[in-house]
């Protein structure tokens, strides 16, 4: 179930105790977060983009920072079209920005590789990082430690 904490953060925390995908947005650097760990699949994905694009402080030109580094996809090539379907039929919440994917596995790097291949013809650049700082550095956000960013996702 999805809900809406006092921070303006969307959780979902299903009954399999593994999985959290969170969407944060922070103003001061001008970012959303998504937050992905446990076994995800399609409907994870596209539900976790519906929530991020309704959220109340949702803001299509700030960068995002999409951590899979905690998550194992249960998809495969026609999920990553699926996605790249419902981004391309929602791009009202499209405007030119980064997106950084962070990711430790090899796997992972595949699909999101795929996927950004299959959105390049839209404004957003994407790049793919194993480390956290790297990622924070490519997309210009200044001042956020990785403690201050741990804090953000629990």
């Known amino acids: 179930m999805w809900v809406l904490d006092n921070k303006k953060t969307f959780i979902l925390e299903p009954k399999m105790i593994e999985k959290k995908i969170k969407i944060k947005v922070l103003h001061s650097h001008r970012l959303i977060v998504e937050y992905f760990q446990g076994t995800i699949n399609l409907d994870d ?13 949702f803001n299509a030109d700030y960068n995002h ?5 905690l998550a194992n996809f249960d998809a ?20 030119k920005r980064k997106s950084a994917f962070l990711t430790d596995l090899p796997e992972h790097a595949s699909f999101t590789t795929l996927f950004s ?17 790297a990622a924070l550095n490519w997309l210009d956000v200044w ?4 403690f201050e960013y741990q804090k953000q996702i629990e």
Do not use: G
């Open 45 to 57: 994905v596209i539900n976790a983009k519906c929530f991020k694009n309704h959220h109340p402080d």
């Open 65 to 69: 920072l999409i951590d899979f580094r």
């Open 76 to 95: 495969n090539v026609n999920d990553i079209n699926e996605v790249v379907r419902f981004q391309k039929e929602n791009t009202q919440f499209i405007k």
């Open 117 to 133: 291949m299959a959105m390049s013809d839209l404004p957003i650049e994407f790049e793919i990082f194993t480390t956290l700082e």
């Open 143 to 146: 001042n956020f430690t990785p």
